[in-house]
């Protein structure tokens, strides 16, 4: 009764002297853009289907409902489905949402709502499960609302357990939640998992927070697929309204003592986001501090979530658009290291700290970068090279298209040094790669030593310069050098002839064979392509190696011009005439003969593709 009365329908006392008694079917088969006249956010209303029966002598209600399809705001609802019955003080309410869509692209699994009335209290349940990887994956919710006084309802969970952040949850009893006009409390509304909480309290009578404690960094791991970082640590969240029922005064803060990204200790860790309303600018500060480090990194500004009021002629500006966001970032004493977490593989060991100050601003989509970064004692080893450069300074300027160091002066181990022009290439922040080039008239390029990689190893010391270009995954080395003294290569002949042997055999599943065929798509290799165009002077050493157990070897110094491929997942070549003008050979058979021969000037030895 007093359900009715607030919703303000007459109870069957009211309406003794009439008497109802009908069945009814309705369909709406087009709002025609009357639901405008409702809100601007609510969607044309299609095939909507009403039927049912009532009779107000006995009491009874009967409505079944039907939607196809419902939107309001990001918000679209497929199939709902509806029954309603009710005799007397006592009924029930059955709900049925097959899928829910947020933003057109999470698509939630089907919900459902049983509920069952008794007087002016209704006993409900409410579950949700998917099997789909999500924050949300099942939902099993009992509890109770009823109407506590003529102005307040008020909810009740029983114990109930939830599904939620792949782990499960639980929610004791001994709970309520109490809402009126103007008026929210809160009892005990609190989740568990292990450490982990979730708590919802009231805040003034008119306010709201909602805590969670005990998380882990780990959550980015599972909702952002980025192999080379993995983000650790327990961190605190807590969101503040201080005005509930308006949306208004909206604070939120998240705190962590140690922010760890691939076991990395970053340091402590701070958010703060406050913005006045929902359709307001979110002002946001970041803080990640290391104070053992010494190193800081901050980031200020603001962020639209709708487009802002305007009240000029010319329309809206770029930065009164929603979505947009501005932020200025400063960094102090930050490790290069961090380059490792996006180059990858190409360099390992880096070393140096850095300041930046750079600014981030534009639509998510599209963001201009702009400003500068101070690179102080750095060092790093190129791995396919082996070989260790190291810089004392480095002032690289930042756009929307490439972080450039150039000119920065390196310097080898044998304090040899060269220039490097370019950096890191990119597309605002997108699309990332290389765009560098290093410039000498004596450098150290190759220092490999046996083992490090099977197809040819050495020293090479000349003049010239060593391209790096493609992205992470598929960089690129071009080396163009005069190869001067202090160089030796060494080139095991004998790996290429064992490897020739199955050169050319591959097996592959009769499946992946028709897979192959129908797509008529090669395959997406990653990893590093190289290419090295070596000018040898008769100062440089080579060796071919035929069999080092026995000492088959020949060494000899001389001229040339050598052309050394390896292709992205391709087998390793080389091109070119190599023209002695002094060596030896030692000839081995079985160990029995062991004879040394002086090879004669302007002997030739040439490659046309399997060394």
């Given amino acids: 009764p007093e359900f009715s009365r607030q919703l303000g329908i007459k109870s069957k006392s009211e309406n003794r002297d009439s008497t109802t008694n009908f069945d009814y079917n309705i369909r709406i088969v087009d709002s025609k853009g009357l639901n405008k006249l409702l809100s601007d956010q609510l969607g044309e209303l299609r095939n909507i289907s009403l039927i049912g029966h009532f009779d107000n002598v006995k009491d009874s209600l009967l409505l079944d409902f039907s939607l196809p399809f419902f939107k309001y705001g990001k918000l679209e609802f497929v199939d709902i489905f509806s029954r309603s019955t009710s005799k007397g003080h006592e009924g029930n309410v059955d709900i049925y949402v097959d899928s829910t869509i947020v933003n057109e692209k999470q698509r939630l699994a089907p919900v459902k709502l049983f509920s069952l009335m008794n007087g002016d209290t209704l006993h409900f349940g409410l579950t949700y499960e998917t099997e789909e990887p999500s924050n949300v994956n099942n939902i099993e919710l009992n509890g109770m609302f009823f109407l506590k006084d003529s102005a307040h309802y008020q909810i009740t969970l029983d114990r109930s357990d939830l599904y939620l952040f792949q782990s499960p949850w639980r929610i004791d009893g001994n709970n309520h939640l109490i809402i009126g006009k103007n008026y929210l409390e809160t009892k005990n509304i609190l989740l568990k998992n292990g450490d982990r909480e979730i708590e919802l309290k009231s805040l003034d009578q008119d306010g709201l927070t909602l805590a969670l404690n005990n998380f882990d960094f780990d959550v980015i791991n599972d909702n952002w697929d980025y192999e080379p970082m993995d983000f650790g640590g327990k961190f605190n969240i807590l969101v503040q309204i201080d005005d509930v029922f308006n949306l208004k005064d909206i604070t939120a803060v998240a705190i962590s003592d140690t922010l ?30 290391n104070e053992q480090e010494a190193s800081q990194l901050t980031a200020e500004g603001f962020f639209n979530p709708k487009d802002l009021p305007v009240n000029s002629k010319q329309g809206l500006k770029a930065e009164q658009k929603a979505n947009y966001f501005d932020f200025d970032l400063n960094i102090t004493n930050f490790s290069m290291g961090i380059a490792e977490y996006f180059i990858g593989s190409t360099v390992s060991n880096t070393v140096g700290n850095f300041d930046a100050d750079l600014r981030i601003h534009g639509m998510p989509e599209q963001p201009n970068i702009g400003g500068k970064m101070y690179i102080r004692n750095g060092a790093t080893t190129i791995n396919y090279l082996k070989t260790r450069y190291y810089f004392d300074n480095a002032v690289v300027n930042v756009d ?21 022009y370019g950096g890191i290439r990119h597309d605002h922040l997108r699309d990332l790669g290389f765009q560098a080039r290093l410039s000498t008239q004596r450098f150290l390029a190759l220092d490999t030593k046996k083992g490090d990689n099977k197809q040819f190893y050495g020293q090479a010391i000349g003049s010239g310069y060593i391209e790096f270009t493609g992205s992470f995954k598929k960089p690129n080395i071009n080396i163009l050098a005069k190869a001067g003294d202090s160089t030796k290569i060494v080139i095991p002949i004998e790996y290429g002839k064992e490897a020739s042997e199955l050169k050319y055999i591959r097996f592959v599943e009769a499946d992946d064979v028709k897979d192959n065929e129908s ?15 070596l000018s040898f002077t008769d100062e440089a050493e080579m060796e071919l190696v035929f069999n080092e157990q026995a000492g088959d070897i020949i060494k000899g110094r001389g001229r040339g011009d050598i052309r050394i491929l390896l292709p992205r997942g391709q087998d390793f070549q080389m091109y070119g005439d190599y023209y002695i003008e002094r060596g030896n050979y030692l000839f081995t058979m079985y160990n029995v003969i062991n004879k040394e021969f002086k090879i004669k000037k302007g002997g030739r030895i040439s490659w046309s593709g399997d060394p």
């Avoid at 797509?519 to 165009?533: A, F, K």
């Fill in 400 to 420: 929307n298209y490439l972080f450039d160091a150039s000119p920065t002066i390196i310097k080898d181990k044998y304090n040899h040094t060269a220039v490097v």
């Fill in 519 to 533: 797509n008529g798509r090669p395959q997406d290799l990653t990893g590093l392509s190289m290419e090295m165009n």
């Fill in 260 to 289: 760890f990204i691939n076991g990395d200790d970053w340091g402590g860790f701070r958010l703060d986001a406050s913005a006045s309303d929902l359709n307001s600018p979110f002002k946001g500060y970041l803080a990640i501090t």
